[in-house]
């Protein structure tokens, strides 16, 4: 059974379309399409049901992924334990950061991956939390850093720390940076016009939720996915954002902006390690994760 092959089907079935898993292999499809079909050839089996909606494993097909699965990670721990022969670990990471956390998160993620994992190769992508956690489950995440991750069962999540929210408004002419501004309760900001990524973003989510609790719900008036996006609206006078320090602190301007903590109740964002509980942590991920920890602990 070729390597090759096998790969190539694991994640035609796990992305559930050909296109998809080309463009992810970058592996032109007609190549792609042969290579599945070899395989099958060889086992005498077919293992996908082709249709107009995409490529569904047949019962064949279910059990050869989760064998292939197993097998390639064995090949990849394989790979990992002869780098260590040679003093060093290698293979692939792709990490997944929120927006909110990837200016803060990426340098310093990226200098220490290369001094501790020279033979190693990263990859970092920015996602909203619900959409990383689909890219964990179909392979084209081995770790995210989600906020207020939902269990799931192909998903295995380790709490990190918990951020407080701030109320993030534009800075009055003039105005100096200190004091700092005064807290504003929650029920104030519900007032307040907001400008807020579209669901299902986390964030969004919990605000909604918090507010219920206190019978208010956000005034909103721009969706906007992206924090980049969020903050020069804010800038420009749209309205206000619900945003963490990290955010703010790692604008181009922060100066332009006045944060004021949120109390009665307090905003709390809830930051998390997510990995695929049907692909265990190979060394070189294991040891990405605890650079990860170290960075945000």
């Keep these: 059974m070729d390597?090759?092959?096998?790969?190539?089907?694991v994640r035609v079935a796990e992305l559930g379309s050909f296109t998809k898993a080309s463009q992810a292999l970058d592996v032109a499809q007609p190549a792609l399409s042969r290579q599945v079909r070899l395989l099958e050839v060889e086992l005498r089996q077919n293992l996908?049901?082709?249709?107009?909606?995409?490529?569904?494993?047949?019962?064949?097909?279910?059990?050869?992924?989760?064998?292939?699965?197993?097998?390639?990670?064995?090949?990849?721990?394989?790979?990992?334990?002869?780098?260590?022969?040679?003093?060093s670990l290698a293979g692939r990471v792709a990490i997944g950061l929120p927006p909110s956390l990837a200016r803060v998160l990426t340098v310093p993620l990226t200098r220490a991956f290369r001094q501790q994992l020279?033979?190693?190769?990263?990859?970092?992508?920015?996602?909203?939390?619900?959409?990383?956690?689909?890219?964990?489950?179909?392979?084209?995440?081995?770790?995210?850093?989600?906020?207020?991750?939902?269990?799931?069962?192909?998903?295995e999540i380790t709490p990190l720390r918990d951020e407080d929210l701030f109320l993030v408004q534009?800075?009055?002419?003039?105005?100096?940076?200190?004091?700092?501004?005064?807290?504003?309760?929650?029920?104030?900001?519900?007032?307040?016009?907001?400008?807020?990524?579209?669901?299902?973003?986390?964030?969004?989510?919990?605000?909604?939720?918090?507010?219920?609790?206190?019978?208010c719900r956000p005034q909103v008036v721009l969706e906007i996915d992206g924090v980049s996006a969020i903050l020069d609206l804010v800038a420009d006078g749209a309205g206000a954002a619900l945003l963490?320090?990290?955010?703010?602190?790692?604008?181009?301007?922060?100066?332009a902006y006045l944060t004021r903590p949120i109390c009665d109740p307090p905003l709390r964002t809830r930051v998390c390690l997510a990995t695929s509980s049907m692909r265990p942590a190979t060394l070189t991920q294991q040891a990405t994760l605890n650079l990860i920890k170290t960075i945000l602990g």
């Design 244 to 255: 963490s320090r990290n955010a703010v602190a790692s604008s181009i301007r922060p100066s």
């Design 118 to 155: 020279p033979e190693a190769s990263l990859s970092i992508s920015e996602g909203l939390s619900a959409t990383m956690q689909e890219w964990l489950a179909t392979g084209r995440l081995d770790i995210a850093v989600l906020y207020n991750a939902l269990p799931a069962p192909e998903i």
């Design 3 to 9: 390597l090759k092959q096998l790969a190539y089907f």
């Design 170 to 215: 534009k800075r009055p002419a003039g105005l100096a940076e200190e004091p700092p501004a005064p807290p504003i309760p929650l029920a104030e900001v519900a007032k307040l016009p907001l400008v807020i990524p579209s669901r299902p973003n986390a964030i969004r989510m919990h605000v909604e939720s918090e507010m219920a609790n206190i019978g």
């Design 48 to 87: 996908l049901v082709r249709n107009g909606r995409g490529a569904t494993p047949t019962e064949a097909g279910r059990l050869l992924l989760e064998h292939g699965r197993g097998i390639l990670h064995q090949v990849e721990r394989a790979r990992e334990e002869l780098g260590r022969v040679r003093g």
